[in-house]
């Protein structure tokens, strides 16, 4: 099993920058792929960015692509989402997620592990 835990989330307003953190604990080593999703009320989970993580390769929605960055800190196994040029579209609930490295990467069911979520809101 893969604990994940999101923090980071509040308010920001349009143009600001916000930072995610998402500390795993558990048997990591199983974890090939990491990824932030998010999904805003009434929408579908949708994938954001992805970090393999032992060859360190980052991809990237055309959404957020050139405004959002994806890390990692392999000694705290824990996962970032730097923020910047945040737009009220960003608003979302947003969600921490780990697999094995299988499937479509920006696919919400081929992720084995999920964090409870941090909620970001952009205001205008």
């Known amino acids: 099993q893969v604990q994940l835990v999101e923090s980071g989330g509040g308010s920001v307003q349009a143009g600001g920058s916000a930072k995610l953190s998402c500390a795993a604990s558990g048997y990591t080593s199983s974890v090939d792929r990491m990824a932030w999703f998010r999904q805003a009320p009434g929408k579908a989970r949708d994938g954001v960015s992805v970090?393999?993580?032992?060859?360190?390769?980052?991809y990237y929605d055309d959404s957020v692509e050139g405004r959002f960055t994806i890390s990692q800190d392999t000694a705290k196994n824990t996962l970032f989402l730097q923020m910047d040029s945040l737009k009220p579209e960003d608003t979302a609930m947003y969600y921490c997620a780990a697999g094995d490295g299988n499937g479509l990467m920006f696919s919400p069911a081929v992720y084995k592990y999920w964090g409870q979520g941090t909620q970001v809101t952009v205001s205008s």
């Open positions: 970090i393999y993580l032992r060859s360190g390769r980052t």
